[in-house]
């Protein structure tokens, strides 16, 4: 029998969101005690919660969220948990991935969600960690934190090895 599982973290005004991003607002502008309905306006950027990061966030040319072919979200997932301060290779050797569709890296991230801060020190993907990733023909690779990729870098290799390899990203991951 098959589970669905929501991995999706909630969207809420004052969220934590990634260093230089843009501060989730929403608020409530019409009620149904003096209009007749309820109605909010959200203000936020893309980058927040869990969301997919696409080609294009990366790869100039790249494809779009309208170009994501459904199937990259539909197969089996494999949960690999790992108590790796970094994702490297080594640490991906043990984990049993051949033949993943996808696979969502559970993390001591997941103890990060109840900060009320960004923290810079989170477990990420390092380049040959990709690499091996891209090797095994994953169409999907996800982690439980803001970003896949440490925050100290500014050329983003491992976005760029997987985007440009066709795997997509998904990031803020509730497991």
């Not at 098959?2 to 973290?9: A, C, E, H, K, S």
């Not at 569709?101 to 380049?127: G, W, Y």
Request: charged fraction near 20%; proline fraction near 5%.
């Amino acid at each position: 029998m098959q589970r669905f599982y929501d991995v999706t973290l909630p969207i809420f005004d004052g969220m934590i969101v990634y260093p230089g991003d843009q501060p989730v607002r929403i608020r409530r502008t019409h009620t149904i005690a003096r209009d007749g309905y309820n109605w909010s306006e959200i203000a936020c950027g893309t980058h927040l919660g869990t969301h997919l990061d696409v080609p294009l966030h990366f790869i100039e040319g790249g494809a779009s969220l309208d170009d994501l072919p459904l199937e990259v979200l539909l197969g089996t997932v494999r949960v690999a948990e790992t108590e790796a301060s970094m994702i490297d290779a080594k640490a991906l050797s043990p984990l049993a991935l051949d033949g993943a569709h996808a696979v969502f890296f559970k993390t001591r991230n997941q103890q990060l969600a109840s900060l009320d801060r960004f923290s810079e020190t989170f477990v990420s993907l390092t380049p040959d960690g990709a690499e091996a990733i891209v090797r095994k023909v994953i169409k999907l690779v996800g982690i439980d934190y803001r970003s896949i990729e440490c925050h100290e870098t500014h050329e983003y290799p491992v976005h760029k090895i997987l985007l440009g390899a066709g795997v997509w990203i998904l990031e803020g991951l509730d497991l």
